[in-house]
């Protein structure tokens, strides 16, 4: 079977959420929406410092701008909630109309392909790596497109307000590109060794519990719990190496923009 490319996965996933049209044009509003407010209000911050209390020494302006922040505050907190919220529900609506297609297409293979596959593996498949899908809904298109306008709103009220500045931002930009990059490509090797592993420990235990007369009888135990405790030690460093690569790019991130 041939290999399909990332953007024609992601491309086929779309198409099945739009299946949900409705709630998908609803979160993608509430997206838009929750880009302009969070971007509006540090500049309405850097307003109230620099306007009203250190040119107009205006306190009733003060005081309005600040009511109006307090309210920006509270409706990015309520928009941010319905942002996870429908995300989540779309994706769970997602998640479950695959598991039903996998499912009725499992049923009707032929039995030499069950002969031939771990029964554990296929439970890894359609049920782990199903909900790994629901990522790219929760974290994928709509934070991302939500990422991106904040990133344009951001770039547009920095150039606005000083566009010195604003270059000496951007110029940390290349790096943080190559060191996303850089890390991006341990991450996914990392995410694969761990589902491969996950789904070998599963066809493992799942063979061995239903072979469990004939382990038994042979006298095979001993040499049949080393096997799981190899496959169990080499993932557990597989799942270490993954949080290894995270515990390096958090930290990474904020120094980067710090600087």
């Known amino acids: 079977m041939k290999k399909q490319d990332t953007w024609g996965i992601i491309k086929r996933l779309f198409f099945i959420g739009m299946k949900f049209r409705s709630w998908f044009i609803l979160t993608l509003i509430i997206s838009i929406i929750l880009a302009i407010v969070s971007t509006y ?5 850097m307003e109230v410092v620099d306007n009203d209390i250190t040119k107009l020494q205006d306190k009733a302006l003060m005081m309005k701008h600040i009511y109006l922040l307090v309210g920006l505050v509270f409706a990015e907190t309520v928009l941010n909630f319905f942002l996870v919220y429908f995300s989540n529900f779309i994706s769970q609506n997602v998640i479950r109309d695959i598991r039903q ?13 069950f002969d031939k596959t771990p029964i554990g593996q296929l439970v890894t498949r359609a049920v782990g790596d199903v909900e790994t899908i629901a990522t790219v809904y929760t974290d994928g298109f709509l934070m991302v497109f939500g990422d991106v306008l904040r990133i344009v709103f951001v770039l547009i009220m920095m ?53 469990m007369p004939i382990i038994q009888v042979f006298n095979r135990q001993e040499s049949e719990f080393k096997k799981f405790d190899e496959i169990n030690i080499t993932l557990k460093d597989a799942l270490l190496r993954t949080v290894f690569i995270f515990s390096l790019f958090f930290p990474v991130r904020p120094v980067l923009v710090l600087s």
């Open 159 to 211: 150039f606005s307000t000083n566009v010195h500045l604003s270059y000496i931002t951007l110029a940390i930009l290349p790096l943080m590109v190559v060191i996303t990059r850089f890390f991006q490509k341990r991450l996914k090797k990392a995410f694969g060794d761990e589902r491969n592993w996950t789904s070998n420990q599963n066809s493992f235990v799942q063979e061995r519990l239903a072979g």
């Open 101 to 113: 297609r996998l499912y009725h297409k499992l049923i009707y293979f032929k039995t030499s392909f």
């Open 41 to 45: 209000r540090p500049y309405l911050t």
